[in-house]
C-alpha cells in the first residue's frame, strides 16, 4: 500500500542541500537536485529494511524553499527506493523505482513526478500515474520518446501468468502503452500476444520490436 501526501511548493530550494531529518533505521539511499526555472528542488530517497526498527519500507520526499517538504511518498515492505531523471517531451519527470523482496520472484512499485517544463515551471512536482505502476520481476516499463515518429509515452509489458504455468516458463504478454500529448497522457491501448516469451523482460521487449528496454535497474536492487 502506498500512502501519499502531495503539496504546492511556493519557491524553489536553496543550492545547498537540506539537513535531512531521518527516523530510526533508515538509510539515505540517493539525493539529487532537480533544476526548475527559479531555483532547484531536492529529491531524496530512503530506506528502512534492517528489522529490528520494523518491517521494511521506503519513501521518496522532495523538498522545496526553506527544505519543507514539498511531496512524500511511502513505499511499504519495499526494502530500496531509487530514481533517475527521465523526459516525456519537453517535460522533466522524476522516474521513481521501489523494490519488494519475494521468494521466488520481486516485486517493483513505480511512481512518475513530473517537475519544472511544461506543467510546473517555477516549482513543485505532480505525481502522472495513469494506471497502477505495480511490477513483477519478469514484466518491463519504458517512459520517454517510444521511437519509430511515435513520439514520448509510456508503455508497460506484463507477463500473463496463467494457473497451469510455472513462474519461469513462458508466458503470455499484455502491453499496456500510452501517448503523451498536451501535458497528460492519453490511452491506454491494449493487447495480449498470442505468442508466449520467456519472462526476461529486455528480451521480452526485444522480440516484440519495442525498441527500448526496461527502466527497472534490477541489478541495483541486486536482482539481476
Known amino acids: 500500500m502506498l500512502s501519499l501526501l502531495f503539496a504546492v511548493a511556493v519557491s524553489a530550494s536553496p543550492t545547498t542541500p537540506c539537513r535531512l531529518n531521518l527516523e530510526k533505521g533508515e538509510t539515505l539511499i540517493e539525493r539529487r537536485t532537480l533544476k526548475v526555472r527559479d531555483g532547484t528542488l531536492e529529491a531524496v530517497a530512503v530506506s528502512k529494511s534492517d528489522e529490528k526498527y520494523g518491517d521494511p519500507e521506503s519513501r521518496l520526499v522532495v523538498l522545496g524553499l526553506g527544505c519543507n517538504v514539498i511531496f512524500s511518498q511511502r513505499f511499504d515492505d519495499a526494502t530500496k527506493v531509487l530514481f533517475s531523471e527521465k523526459r516525456l517531451g519537453e517535460q522533466p519527470i522524476l522516474f521513481v523505482t521501489a523494490f519488494r523482496p519475494g521468494g521466488s520472484g520481486a516485486g517493483f512499485d513505480h511512481a512518475l513526478l513530473a517537475y519544472g517544463g511544461e506543467m510546473f ?30 513520439g514520448p509515452g509510456l508503455v508497460t509489458w506484463n507477463a500473463q501468468w496463467l494457473g497451469q ?17 498536451n501535458g497528460r497522457f492519453v490511452g491506454p491501448n491494449i493487447r495480449t500476444t498470442k505468442r508466449k516469451y520467456n519472462p526476461e523482460p529486455n528480451d521480452v521487449a526485444r522480440r516484440l520490436g519495442l525498441g527500448f528496454k526496461d527502466m527497472t535497474q534490477q541489478s541495483r536492487f541486486g536482482w539481476r
Open 121 to 150: 515551471p517555477q516549482d513543485g512536482v505532480q505525481p502522472l500515474a495513469p494506471m497502477s505502476l505495480k511490477q513483477g520481476n519478469m514484466d518491463g516499463i519504458f517512459v520517454g520518446d517510444l521511437g519509430r515518429g511515435r
Open 165 to 181: 504455468e510455472a513462474h519461469y516458463e513462458p508466458h503470455q504478454y499484455e502491453i499496456v502503452s500510452y501517448a503523451w500529448r
